[in-house]
Antibody, heavy 118, light 111 residues
């Protein structure tokens, strides 16, 4: 059974940093592209970032480019999202998902809440 | 403002069929056969229901179907059931710098 478990969320002040982790199990992590999607409270889904299976390619939404960095450690079956210069509008539940093909976000974690507030 | 436009809400009675539209541009929905649909129940993670416009993942009921015409994709749910009540989001690959975009979501109410 595919399992994705996010962690690392919490309360952070504007301008601060946070690193999210997503521990994967139940599938061959190293062969799948991975992605982060967020959802602000009461709002819709917003794609944030993606990374290829080998880490050779990374992609970012314009809203986080230059502030967030996606990475992965295939030896640990773990996906990361380093978030710097956080803003109030980054407040959201952050989900990780494995990506199949071009636009199929297949299995999702339960999400981790990031709150940016003073 | 979301990149893809969906109706805020739709409703239907048990057993009926409903269709949710998702309108984009030639840079996303109209330009690629990479439209996906996700179902999200309150407090839960999204679940993929349709991918590549009209394909169903294993385990998804055949009551769910997808199609596309021009810049508009559609999700049709036939034989509505109470458990179908949820939020539905479309997604598309895009040639813009954003790479992937979602619609604003549609709340489905089963009357």
């Amino acid at each position: 059974e595919v399992q994705l478990l996010e962690s690392g969320g919490g309360l952070v002040q504007p301008g601060g940093s946070l690193r999210l982790s997503c521990a994967a199990s139940g599938f061959t992590f190293s062969t799948y592209a991975m992605t982060w999607v967020r959802q602000a409270p009461g709002k819709g889904l917003e794609w944030v970032s993606a990374i290829s299976a080998s880490s050779g390619s990374t992609y970012y939404a314009d809203s986080v480019k230059g502030r967030f960095t996606i990475s992965r450690d295939n030896s640990k079956n773990t996906l990361y999202l380093q978030m710097n210069s956080l803003r109030a509008e980054d407040t959201a539940v952050y989900y990780c998902a494995n990506k199949v093909g071009t636009n199929r976000f297949d299995s999702w974690g339960q999400g981790t809440l990031v709150t940016v507030s003073s | 403002q979301s990149a893809l436009t969906q109706p805020a809400s739709v409703s239907g009675s048990p057993g009926q069929s409903i269709t949710i539209s998702c309108t984009g541009t030639s840079s996303d929905v109209g330009g690629y056969n990479y439209v996906s649909w996700y179902q999200q129940h309150p407090g839960k993670a999204p679940k993929v229901m349709i991918y590549d416009v009209s394909n169903r993942p294993s385990g998804v009921s055949n009551r769910f179907s997808g199609s596309k015409s021009g810049n508009t994709a559609s999700l049709t749910i036939s034989g509505l059931q109470a458990e179908d009540e949820a939020d539905y989001y479309c997604s598309s690959y895009t040639s813009s710098s954003t790479h992937w975009v979602f619609g604003g979501g549609t709340k489905l109410t089963v009357l």
